[in-house]
T-cell receptor, first 109, second 115 residues
Framework: GQNIDQPTEMTATEGAIVQINCTYQTSGFNGLFWYQQHAGEAPTFLSYNVLDGLEEKGRFSSFLSRSKGYSYLLLKELQMKDSASYLCAEVTGANNLFFGTGTRLTVIP | DSGVTQTPKHLITATGQRVTLRCSPRSGDLSVYWYQQSLDQGLQFLIHYYNGEERAKGNILERFSAQQFPDLHSELNLSSLELGDSALYFC??????????????FGPGTRLTVL
């Protein structure tokens, strides 16, 4: 597993929908987390996927395709407070989290 | 508030020095993890302790060490500090750390500046 790849930066408009993609190596996959991190603050849990499909939680949804080593986080009805970094993390064989470098999302009016 | 506490919040020290960062996990959590986050970098996993025992090591330098005490709090010791060690150090805790559903709760971090 690991070798997580995410776009470095994205910009989207308030009220719009944005999709943040994440790819990872499929060997030894045990699950995938998404965390949100505002600058200088602690990461906070958003979602967890271990089976294929879409998990919806309010304005945020996360999708997983294990065969493709692919996940995305979908944010709807964007708000200014959604400006943050979004971290994709794979669960390793030792049940530890291996984080990607994160995607910095900027929401503009 | 995640329930994980870290002290100190900020630390400024000089190269060559040694510092200790402290973490108290959420009540009932047995696992503690340490991460380093340098400027514009992702979270780098350093080390994981479960119920007092080291469970996994990540990219932790030999100059760094950690331990988890019987009351489950943990300390990260950084020695012979270099400029490049300046970073945010996060502690996280989880209930077990022994299953793949391993939601980790992060503390507020300690910002270390090495001058």
């Amino acid at each position: 597993g690991q070798n997580i790849d995410q776009p470095t930066e994205m910009t989207a408009t308030e009220g719009a929908i944005v999709q943040i993609n994440c790819t990872y190596q499929t060997s030894g996959f045990n699950g995938l987390f998404w965390y949100q991190q505002h600058a200088g603050e602690a990461p906070t849990f958003l979602s967890y996927n271990v089976l294929d499909g879409l998990e919806e939680k309010g304005r945020f949804s996360s999708f997983l395709s294990r065969s493709k080593g692919y996940s995305y986080l979908l944010l709807k009805e964007l708000q200014m407070k959604d400006s943050a970094s979004y971290l994709c993390a794979e669960v390793t064989g030792a049940n530890n989290l291996f984080f990607g470098t994160g995607t910095r999302l900027t929401v503009i009016p | 508030d995640s329930g994980v506490t870290q002290t100190p919040k900020h630390l400024i020290t000089a190269t060559g020095q040694r510092v200790t960062l402290r973490c108290s996990p959420r009540s009932g959590d047995l696992s503690v993890y340490w991460y380093q986050q340098s400027l514009d970098q992702g979270l780098q996993f350093l080390i994981h302790y479960y119920n007092g025992e080291e469970r996994a090591k990540g990219n932790i330098l030999e100059r760094f060490s950690a331990q988890q005490f019987p009351d489950l709090h943990s300390e990260l010791n950084l020695s012979s500090l270099e400029l490049g060690d300046s970073a945010l150090y996060f502690c996280a805790s989880s209930v077990t750390g022994t299953s793949s559903y391993n939601e980790q709760f992060f503390g507020p971090g300690t910002r270390l500046t090495v001058l």
